[in-house]
C-alpha cells in the first residue's frame, strides 16, 4: 500500500503543451505539499493546501494551478509549458502539525522538450 | 521568513569515517527540525527529528541536537557506511509549512 502516490512517474513533452500531475495519499492526512526539485537537487514548497484550502503558493507562476478536489488528493496543472519547467516534482503530505512530518512520493521527473 | 542553510556539498568519505553535515536555521518562534534522506531516484524518507530545544534526534546511528542559542541541527555519524550515500536534507516546519536546506550529498567509499 503506497501512502502517497503520484502519476505519472516520467513525463516528457514539448514546450507550450498543458500537463497535469496526480497526487493521492491514504494517509487521512490534512495537509498535502508540491515541492519541485531542481537539477541541483535544490527542494522549494511550491503549494501547500489544508483540507482542500490554499495555504501558501510560494511565488509560483500563475501557470502552475493546483487542485485539490478532496483532501485525499492534490492534482498540479500546468500550462504552457517552458524548458525550465523541468524538473522533479514531489507531492507531499502531514498532519500540518508544527511537530509531525511530511511523507514523500516517489516523484514525477518532468522534461520539456 | 523562515529559511534553512545547510553545508554544501559533494562531502566524500570513506567508510568508517566520523560525519558532520551542518545546518542553521532562521525562524521566529519554535519551529519542529528535521533531517531528510533521498537516495538515488527516491522520495524523501525521515531521517530523524526533534520537536524543541536541545531535543536529540536519533536513528540508524545518525543524531542530530535542536541547538536554540546556536540555531543548529547539526547532523553526526560516527562511522559512515557506503549505504549512507544519498543526498541530505535538513528542514522546518510550522504549520503546514515545511522549508528545506539545500540538501548536501554525502558518497561513501569502500
Known amino acids: 500500500d503506497t501512502a502517497v502516490s503520484q502519476t505519472p512517474k516520467y513525463l516528457v513533452t514539448q514546450m507550450g503543451n498543458d500537463k497535469s500531475i496526480k497526487c493521492e495519499q491514504n494517509l487521512g492526512h490534512d495537509t498535502m505539499y508540491w515541492y519541485k526539485q531542481d537539477s541541483k537537487k535544490f527542494l522549494k514548497i511550491m503549494f501547500s493546501?489544508?483540507?482542500?484550502?490554499?495555504?501558501i503558493n510560494e511565488t509560483v507562476p500563475n501557470r502552475f494551478s493546483p487542485k485539490s478536489p478532496d483532501k485525499a488528493h492534490l492534482n498540479l496543472h500546468i500550462n504552457s509549458l517552458e524548458l525550465g519547467d523541468s524538473a522533479v516534482y514531489f507531492c507531499?503530505?502531514?498532519?500540518?502539525?508544527?511537530?509531525?512530518?511530511?511523507?514523500f512520493g516517489q516523484g514525477t521527473r518532468l522534461t520539456v522538450v | 521568513g523562515d529559511s534553512v542553510t545547510q553545508m554544501e556539498g559533494p562531502v566524500t568519505l570513506s567508510e568508517e569515517a566520523f560525519l558532520t553535515i551542518n545546518c542553521t536555521y532562521t525562524?521566529?518562534?519554535?519551529?519542529?527540525l528535521f533531517w531528510y534522506v533521498q537516495y538515488p531516484g527516491e522520495g524523501l524518507q525521515l531521517l530523524l527529528k526533534a520537536t524543541k530545544a536541545d531535543d536529540k534526534g536519533s536513528n540508524k546511528g545518525f543524531e542530530a541536537t535542536y541547538r536554540k542559542e546556536t540555531t543548529s541541527f547539526h547532523l553526526e555519524k560516527g562511522s559512515v557506511q557506503v549505504s549512507d550515500s544519498a543526498v541530505y536534507f535538513c528542514a522546518l516546519s510550522r504549520q503546514d509549512d515545511m522549508r528545506f536546506g539545500a540538501g548536501t550529498r554525502l558518497t561513501v567509499k569502500p
Open positions: 493546501y489544508n483540507n482542500k484550502e490554499l495555504i
Open positions: 525562524a521566529t518562534g519554535y519551529p519542529s
Open positions: 507531499a503530505s502531514g498532519l500540518g502539525v508544527r511537530h509531525t512530518e511530511a511523507f
